[in-house]
């Protein structure tokens, strides 16, 4: 209370009449500035009704169920493409070694073409030979020829010897063609079973092809379901997210209006207090001056050659069926990434491997035959030292083997990964899904 309000209440006999009359005035003044709080937070937050919240959860409970679901879907899917992926690379294998055997196939055949052809010359050399010696020996003049001979000859007995001696020299050159047809007709037998090598040898390639280009389109079919589920999957999220926004909306609002409630139900509380506040400071201001209340042979020297070998190959392509004990070589182009591999020169994985130990082992350009092909000793990977195989299968058999790396120590491998990527050095946990063991060459 300010000095002026304590002059009013204490001066004179109308002290009392004032006292009375400013009492109401601030009990119309508390009452005023208590209404105008109320009114300030009259208008209520939006609060969403239970019901509301319950499809609100309902919705996002079952949008996350069928995004878990197309996730399974997809993790399913991923499954088989890497199941796909290994049949793919086997199939690439097989097939490398399919024409490998091929081209070997083809230079026997057109080596024993050729030998007959070399034996028919001779004979045919031999047949002309003959022939002009028995020109020379019956058809001369009269002279040289036999019948003239026999007509003129002073001892006709020395003429027969000479006659049984051409007869004998006739005979020995027929025997000689004789042996020379021999050795053709062998040579021709060989020449057809080598054809026919060929000719099964073709058949295989093309069976592995067709049976690469099988698993190729299976594996396409699947890649295009998996970018079908994976677009599913991102316009599922989305939708689930729309729904979490719209259930963390109903809930923020919830919690808003119950604040504002709790707040509302406090000021009330608090208006309350202050009306019968009020009402004891109007009563005591009555009868009273005081003022109102106021809160093998294995040696570490050949596996670092081997390593050292193919380092320098770091960054060269990839190229399908590529690479031999030489060095790189062009490729083999095939439906999918290696169709322009013929025009690369480069390796393959397991080309790659048959380079950097060439020195000391032959072996098919095959991974999963070089898993037991090139040694017996198979370490574990915490066990791996530089020169080391290190396979990948996918579907865990040696039979699924479709990669191979050398490994060059501290954990790491050199790789020629795939069509359309270069030799690389790679983690060994990181190259790819499948892991199936380890060979030490020469073991």
Known sequence: MDSTFARYAMAGPGGARRRRGLAGLFALLLAASLLCATAAQAKPPPNPTNQQLKNARAAKTALAAEAGRIAGRIARTEGELQRLNGAAQVAEQKLALARQREEQAATAAAAA???????????????????????????????????????????????????????????????????????????????????????????????????????????????????????????????????????????????????????????????????????????????????????????????????????????????????????????????????????????????LTIYAWGPWLSMDHFAATQYTQVGSYHPSINNLLPGDFVFWSGDGTIGGIGHVAIYIGGGNVIQAPQSGDVIKITNVYSVEAGYYGATRPLT
Request: glycine share 8%; charged share 20%; with cysteine.
């Open 113 to 351: 073409k050729s030998g007959v052809a070399a034996a028919q010359h001779k004979v045919e050399q031999g047949h002309k030979k003959f022939i002009s010696y028995v020109q020379a020996s019956y058809v001369g003049s009269a002279t040289d020829g036999v019948a003239g001979a026999l007509l003129t000859a002073p001892d006709p007995n020395a003429l027969l010897e000479q006659t049984a001696l051409h007869a004998y020299a006739t005979g020995h050159q027929l025997d000689a063609i004789g042996q020379l047809n021999t050795a053709t007709v062998a040579k021709s037998n060989a020449e057809a079973v080598a054809r026919g090598a060929l000719d099964r040898q073709k058949k295989a390639s093309a069976a592995a092809k067709s049976a690469q280009q099988q698993v190729l389109a299976a594996l396409a079919q699947v890649t295009s379901q998996k970018a079908i589920l994976d677009a599913q999957l991102v316009d599922e999220r989305k939708k689930l997210r729309a729904a979490q926004i719209k259930l963390t909306g109903y809930t923020n609002q919830r919690v808003a209006y119950r604040a504002w409630k709790k707040q509302q139900d406090a000021i009330a509380a608090a208006k309350a207090k202050r009306l019968r506040e009020l009402q004891l400071a109007q009563q005591h201001a009555a009868g009273s001056s005081a003022p109102a209340p106021t809160g093998g042979s294995w040696t570490p020297a050949k596996a670092q050659e081997a390593v050292r070998r193919v380092m320098p190959f770091l960054g060269v392509p990839y190229s399908f069926a590529a690479g031999n004990r030489t060095g790189p070589t062009y490729g083999v182009s095939e439906p999918g990434a290696a169709w322009n591999d013929s025009n690369i020169r480069g390796f393959d994985c397991s080309g």
